[in-house]
């Protein structure tokens, strides 16, 4: 889903920002700390006259429920003291690998789209069935996973995701028909839609605030897919393709294997990736989830673990969280209409929030209507331009194809840089980005030399 589930709201805030119950690691001394309800008291007070203080905050939870103001405060608060460890780092690789999965199944699909097409025609000549077919998935599993995800936590989803990505697009490399492949492309972009959304939240409901530009910075794993299946397309689809001249009546089986052994090679190692999650890191509800479910003893226990090994102690108790009372609305069922209800009218609650809601939604809406004209396309766009200023080869498709997304490694580090200065900042670094993004697709209009094919192409990957 497109926005974040709204039981933790403070996850809103800005990566480079404290929320209203953020609290900074210094109030935690050990060496003078006061008891544990006096100092309970300090941290509460202290984030109370912060969040006051506060213009840029989205949504000050503590108005809708103190309760959860409080308690959200102490467990940023007991994150802090912990820091950043070994298992974070370790969360930013195997959530980044759901990134990467991502990228790599839909761009994926789209460089086998005209092989698949020279094969086995087109059911309808007014629409590009695979591509659709794709977006549909991506937005099914999108609303699957991002919603079930805050009923029932992010570990399922973190556990099971890949893994279902890996059967069906191994699948689909051995589908007979159009038809047939664009089902299976709908179906694994199901279970990869809510990877996007729910891998940078369960990464960020572990970090320390420190390290909250850590996000910002995973965009890197999405570049990398790009890379992966570029280079992949490159070596494949240049050598094991139909001439680009081919039509379904020349294009045989035997002749157009590179989208085959695409997929095969993708599905193998987002398998891969799927079983390096279960081997690598015994994945646990995250604390920031758990406390918005009330789930005081669970939150204790898996910021002791963190603490445990990583040799880094805490001084948040059970007592202090019990103390604070009880979330709103946990009494009842996670299934009751109640709680179902908030899940959307959480996202309304006041005109600040519902303002920032409907942005966030047009804006998600603007991107994906684009964004398919131009990355789900590139392979056509590389083609035809291709042609039009000297070489329309599948291998100078596919070498271009694959340096652009080489390119695209650079703008998450450029980004990740930026979001963190003053000067740019996140809303900044954003609209930079889109200005830049859009005068080079305006200049990718006016391309004359194949030169001006490969570097506009892949300077449009970087900045966007």
Known sequence: MALEPTTTPGLHNPPSEKGPYDVASSNSNKSDAPDNNEKSAVIVDSQDEASSSSISEVFDVKAIDPVLSRKMALVNS??????????QWKLFWLNGFGYAVDSLLVVCQSIANPAVEQEYGLPSAHISGIPMASQVGLLV???????????????????????????????????????????????????????YILDATNFLEFLPTSHTWLVTFMAIWWAVG???????????????????????????????????????????????????????????QTPRWLIAQNRDEEVIKTLNDISLKAGRPHNLTLEQLKAEGVVLHTEESVWSALRLKMHFKGLFQTRKLAWSTVVILANWFVIGMVSPLYGVFLPFYLKSRGAEVGDNSNYATWRDYAINQVAGLVGPVIAAVLVETKFFGRRGTLAVGALITMVLQFGYTQIKTPAQNVGVSAAISAAS
């Open 78 to 87: 007991a994150i802090d003291e912990i820091g950043m460890t070994n298992f």
């Open 141 to 195: 599993g999108a609303g699957i996973w991002g919603f079930s995800a805050d009923i029932i936590g992010r570990k399922l989803a973190f556990n099971t995701s890949l893994f279902s990505c890996a059967v069906f697009v191994l699948i689909a490399g051995g589908m007979p028909s159009y038809i047939s492949f664009a089902a299976i492309v709908a179906i694994y972009s199901a279970g990869a839609g809510g990877n």
């Open 226 to 284: 790009y890379t992966i299946t570029g280079l992949l397309a490159w070596a494949f689809m240049s050598n094991f393709s139909c001439a680009p001249d081919a039509t379904p009546a020349t294009c045989t089986r035997a002749d157009n294997m590179g989208w085959r052994y695409l997929h095969f090679t993708c599905g193998a190692l987002v398998l891969v990736m799927a079983i390096a999650r279960l081997a690598l890191v015994r994945m646990v």
